[in-house]
């Protein structure tokens, strides 16, 4: 049987007359699409416009919900009590729900972002409101989560299906989290070496983490950002490289994409 891994990627973080990213080129090479909802980036003409966009692709949808942080693109954290998260993640899958119906779609997956997906791999309160709101809205949705952290632990505890994701371009600490955006080093520039730790990860091997120590890691879904200068490049060599190694890329559930 030949393996299946899916490809995500995080897009639509365009804002009113500001442009991020190269959402057309990745959206080409990807499974799986987080669109960011409006609280950390994205306006409703450009979730309207990504939606569309996956569409056309056979991309899977997925909200990428974030705490209201605009300024600061979702990547500060803030002090959030579990009700909050909830709320907060239910008005977020329902908006970009919306843009997907009128497309003749339904979302697949939710899929945190920047300080609300780390926050919720250490804080199982925070997790298991995320999942809560999952469950609430569609129990049929995936979770998608950092490998074996809370977050697809409390979509387990609702009853949901998870994805465990890792990341093609990130650095990782010896606990298997993320290394912080702001130590050097935390980015893997170089798409060649990004591309190795992808597929490393998809074949099992795990990833080398900051300090050199093996590190194993379960890895569903393996994300490509979106907002890399070079992402379009970025995504169709990591798609090329993973057919090269024997595997079909496809969203979780899904039909192999040709």
């Known amino acids: 049987m030949t393996p299946t891994i899916d490809l995500n990627s995080d897009v639509g973080e365009s804002y009113g007359a500001w442009t991020m990213g190269q959402d057309e080129a990745v959206l080409a090479c990807v499974s799986s699409a987080n669109v960011a909802c409006g609280f950390h980036a994205g306006d409703p003409d450009t979730m309207r416009r990504t939606v569309a966009l996956a569409a056309r692709f056979g991309v899977a949808v997925g909200a990428h919900v974030s705490l209201p942080d605009l300024q600061g693109f979702g990547r500060r954290a803030m002090q959030v009590e579990p009700a909050e998260a909830h709320a907060m993640t239910l008005y977020q899958i329902g908006a970009l729900a919306a843009f997907a119906a009128a497309a003749g779609l339904r979302l697949r997956h939710v899929k945190p972002h920047g300080a609300l997906y780390s926050m919720a791999a250490r804080d199982a309160a925070l997790a298991d409101a995320i999942a809560a709101a999952v469950r609430d809205f569609d129990a049929g949705l995936v979770l998608v989560g950092l490998a074996d952290s809370e977050l697809p632990k409390a979509g387990e505890r609702a009853g949901l299906a998870v994805a465990h994701e890792a990341f093609a371009d990130r650095r ?74 024997g595997f079909a890329v496809a969203a979780p559930g899904a039909e192999r994409r040709a």
């Open 172 to 245: 990782y600490e010896p606990d298997g989290t993320l290394t912080p955006r702001r130590q050097a080093g935390a980015v893997i520039d170089e798409i060649e070496a990004a591309v190795a730790q992808a597929v490393a990860v998809a074949s099992g091997r795990g990833v080398v983490t900051r300090q050199g120590t093996p590190l194993a890691l379960r890895a569903d879904t393996i994300c490509v950002h979106g907002d890399r200068a070079d992402a379009g490049a970025f995504a169709r060599r990591l798609r090329a490289a993973l057919t090269e190694a």
